[in-house]
Nanobody
């Protein structure tokens, strides 16, 4: 079970942190963050491989603005969003995949477990 939190109304240029939490340990899983904007497909934007490697993968349009981190003690993976833009608005989903691969995928089809999403709204 994955639960996202932290979605809110944020002003353009501001910051927001989204958390993905589970009652179960997440360190053995790849964790990904996906975004679905109105009228668009759900797209992968950032992911982190299992704690064995903690490799990250991300879309260029979040480079330098978003970061991902794990807190294994809290079974949480967080997405820190800085310099938020209007196009960052949407529903953000976290996903998990059990894998021994070193690198995580941003393709939706590769993920097994999904949360219900949390909404990010950006005001100009």
């Amino acid at each position: 079970q994955l639960v996202e939190s932290g979605g809110d109304l944020v002003q353009a240029g501001g910051s927001l942190r989204l958390d993905c939490t589970s009652p179960d340990p997440l360190e053995g899983y790849h964790i990904g963050w996906f975004r679905q904007a109105p009228g668009h497909e759900r797209e992968g934007i950032f992911c982190i491989s299992s704690s064995q490697n903690n490799n990250v993968n991300y879309q260029n349009f979040v480079k330098g603005r978003f970061t991902i981190s794990r807190d294994n003690a809290k079974n949480t993976v967080s997405l820190q969003m800085n310099s938020v833009k209007s196009e960052d608005a949407g529903v953000y989903f976290c996903a998990a995949r059990g894998s021994h691969e070193k690198h995580c995928s941003l393709f939706r089809r590769d993920w097994q477990y999904w949360g219900q999403g949390t909404r990010v709204t950006v005001s100009s």
